[in-house]
């Protein structure tokens, strides 16, 4: 069991450039989350794929923020424009539909300068 | 909508000592109930869970009670370690949700 994996770690970039994150779920988990967390707060909800349909997008995902899972395994999270305020750590966690706990990845930490 | 409310840290306790972090919620309905933990450059880990009013989670000599009436989900410990000192967060999923909610985090030193 290989666990949640999340590329890069760590991106660094300049206001109003485009990023891209990817997540590969742990390999028999059919649901991928992705959360926001900054600093000194609790992980937040960005949006939820059930295999390649996104099912729920949270306000908090502006017309900037992209998210797709187009087979139903790895998800891609696409900023463009970035902005000082998009600076945060982007978690990914799967889980199975019948179990539904959610395993994290280690997070990529997002920094625009 | 659905909310959760942690006690503020940070908590600094002494080795052995018993350690509580509060929790209370606002949801509709019957959510489930969890404990993360985030230790120093770790990804967040599940620590125990709890699906109904009245269960018990544990797990590492955690446990925190489910209880509907107080709508709390505190976290305790007997006897904390120097290796315990992590960022403890509580979280909640609704009834009929899958995305979880969480708490600000309660940041726990524990020293030798």
Sequence with gaps: DTGVSQDPRHKITKRGQNVTFRCDPISEHNRLYWYRQTLGQGPEFLTYFQNEAQLEKSRLLSDRFSAERPKGSFSTLEIQRTEQGDSA???????TSWRNEQ????????TVL | GNSVTQMEGPVTLSEEAFLTINCTYTATGYPSLFWYVQYPGEGLQLLLKATKADDKGSN???EATYRKETTSFHLEKGSVQVSDSAVYFCALRGEYGNKLVFGAGTILRVKS
């Design chain 1, 89 to 95: 750590m982007y978690l990914c966690a799967s889980s």
């Design chain 1, 103 to 110: 395993f994290f990845g280690p997070g990529t930490r997002l």
């Design chain 2, 60 to 62: 590492k000599g955690f």
